[in-house]
Nanobody, 121 residues
Framework: QVQLVESGGGSAQTGGSLGLSCVAS????????MGWDRQIPGKSREMVAR???????TYADSVKGRFTITRDNPEHSVVLQMNNLKPGDAATYYC???????????????WGQGIAVSVSS
C-alpha cells in the first residue's frame, strides 16, 4: 500500500558530498515525520535525521553540521544532503516515514529498501 523509493547515494571521497532522495507513494492521507536511518554491517540501525511536517528537525550528533534534511510536503518527499563525508558515514541508508493511509486511521512507520553509500579515504 505504501512505497518509499530512494535514489541517489553511491560513492564519494572523504570530504565529498552526496545526496539522497526519497518519495513516498500509495493510498496516503497524510505523511507525518520523514527521515533517514542508516546501518553498517554488523551494527544496529541508527537514526540519522528526522523532519516533521512543520519543519522541526533532529540530527544524530555524528552528522550535525554536515548533513541537511529537507522535505516537500505536497510531494511526500524528503532529501538528505550529505557534505564533508567521512569513512564512518559509509552505510546502507533507509528512508523513513510515518504515514496515515486514507482507509486506515492508524499512523504507521514505513521504511524504504535501502540505498548504499560508500566513502573512500
Amino acid at each position: 500500500q505504501v512505497q518509499l523509493v530512494e535514489s541517489g547515494g553511491g560513492s564519494a571521497q572523504t570530504g565529498g558530498s552526496l545526496g539522497l532522495s526519497c518519495v513516498a507513494s500509495g493510498d496516503i492521507d497524510r505523511v507525518y515525520v520523514m527521515g533517514w536511518d542508516r546501518q553498517i554491517p554488523g551494527k544496529s540501525r541508527e537514526m540519522v535525521a528526522r523532519i516533521s511536517r512543520d519543519g522541526d528537525i533532529t540530527y544524530a550528533d555524528s552528522v550535525k553540521g554536515r548533513f541537511t534534511i529537507t522535505r516537500d510536503n505536497p510531494e511526500h518527499s524528503v532529501v538528505l544532503q550529505m557534505n564533508n563525508l567521512k569513512p564512518g558515514d559509509a552505510a546502507t541508508y533507509y528512508c523513513y516515514a510515518s504515514i496515515r493511509l486514507k482507509l486506515d486511521p492508524r499512523t504507521l512507520g514505513y521504511w524504504g529498501q535501502g540505498i548504499a553509500v560508500s566513502v573512500s579515504s
